[in-house]
């Protein structure tokens, strides 16, 4: 089976988890092709990005997951589903040659048509605590992502075992997941942290977005709109923190701006281990390890995201920290080596799944 998100970028399709079900009902009836973009049959389809309907034959499937240890911490990896952002460009390394894309792209045994994102969520347990960072999706990026409840079921996990859910940025593939379509929440007992800088960025009327590739003002529009009503909807539950604080005794925050402004990585400790949730600081392993200067479309601030790329990456390198990848391919767990100038993904391997 092939799963696929097709979408001009990931966060506008996402501001259908906030429309009205008649909006979405109506969207759903439309077929609108794009250049670049193949259109199935869709289950929604708003201003031109479609997400198609996957049919599951029989039982929904059991989803992986997997499981490591940290110190005393017990981690467990689990996975919302996948986005594919087709073309790779503009999306991906903006202004760059498209036959020097390309050809990265072939050498690396990689689709030249399109870049399949994962999402993937780490779970952290600790005395007394059950931490979620990021809760991926929910329901406006069609069927092929959302699956974080019953992933989190299929590894033993109840939704109301959530204590704390750590979030990074607030664009909608990482924030979707807290609530349902109804606006109810879909962690009940969990408060949610996130960075002071990046609450009060979204919630302003006009956040700035002129040093980013988003320049589209009614997509601006549909951005903002719906992470200001998430976000306001969870403000009872939020929690926010700063740079350099620390959660639980096993959790540093780090802003890492550019993505967002309150853009953060997660350092997660136990015992001298350490393992570094990088959240949205790269999107590719193939084209953004060898290349930390090529921007994605996403990025609120391209110059400052590239240069916040290569810090990290140096720094990551240099100690060689373990590193966990939001959206690289499963489990998203790896190492950052230097390679010449530049750097490469190197994934840790398992024996046996699990």
């Not at 089976?1 to 009205?20: D, H, P, Q």
């Not at 589903?81 to 990689?110: C, E, H, K, Y």
């Not at 059950?130 to 033993?156: E, H, K, R, Y």
Request: with cysteine; aromatic share 8%.
């Amino acid at each position: 089976m092939e799963r696929r998100v097709l979408l001009k970028n990931i966060f506008l399709l996402g501001a259908g988890a906030y429309l009205s079900k008649s909006a979405l009902a109506a969207a759903a009836q439309t077929e609108t092709t794009n250049p670049g973009f193949t259109t199935p049959s869709a289950a929604a389809t708003i201003s031109g990005i479609t997400t198609p309907t996957i049919t599951i034959p029989g039982s929904t499937p059991t989803q992986p997951f997997h499981h490591l240890k940290l110190g005393n911490l017990d981690l467990t990896v689990v996975t919302d589903g996948s986005l594919r952002m087709s073309p790779v460009q503009p999306s991906f390394a903006p202004g760059i040659p498209a036959a020097t894309v390309d050809s990265l792209l072939q050498n690396s045994f990689r689709s030249q048509q399109a870049i399949e994102l994962g999402i993937n969520i780490l779970v952290v347990r600790t005395t007394g605590k059950l931490i979620l960072i990021d809760t991926g999706c929910g329901a406006g990026f069609g069927t092929g992502a959302g699956w974080l409840p019953q992933s989190l079921a299929d590894a033993g996990i109840a939704t109301t075992a959530v204590t704390d859910i750590v979030i990074t940025h607030a664009h909608p593939d990482h924030i979707g997941g807290l609530l349902n379509p109804d606006k109810s929440f879909v962690f009940p007992q969990a408060q949610v942290h996130m960075s002071d800088i990046e609450y009060k960025f979204w919630m302003q009327d006009a956040p700035d977005f002129s040093k980013s590739s988003l320049n589209n003002t009614d997509t601006l529009q549909k951005i903002i709109g719906s992470t200001h009503a998430a976000l306001k909807v969870l403000r009872p539950r939020l929690q926010f923190f700063n740079d350099g604080d620390e959660l639980w005794g096993c959790i540093r925050l780090q802003k890492a701006a550019g993505h967002t402004p309150g853009h953060t990585i997660v350092h997660i400790f136990s015992e001298g281990e350490e393992l570094v949730h990088i959240a949205d600081l790269l999107h590719s392993d193939v084209l953004q390890f060898p290349h930390p200067d090529w921007g994605f479309y996403g990025d609120t601030d391209l110059e400052l995201a590239a240069a916040t790329r290569q810090q990290v990456l140096t720094e990551l390198a240099a100690t060689r920290t373990r590193i966990f990848a939001y959206h690289l391919p499963w489990p998203g767990i790896g190492h950052a080596r230097k390679k010449g100038g530049s750097y490469e993904w190197v994934i840790e391997s398992y024996p046996i799944p699990g």
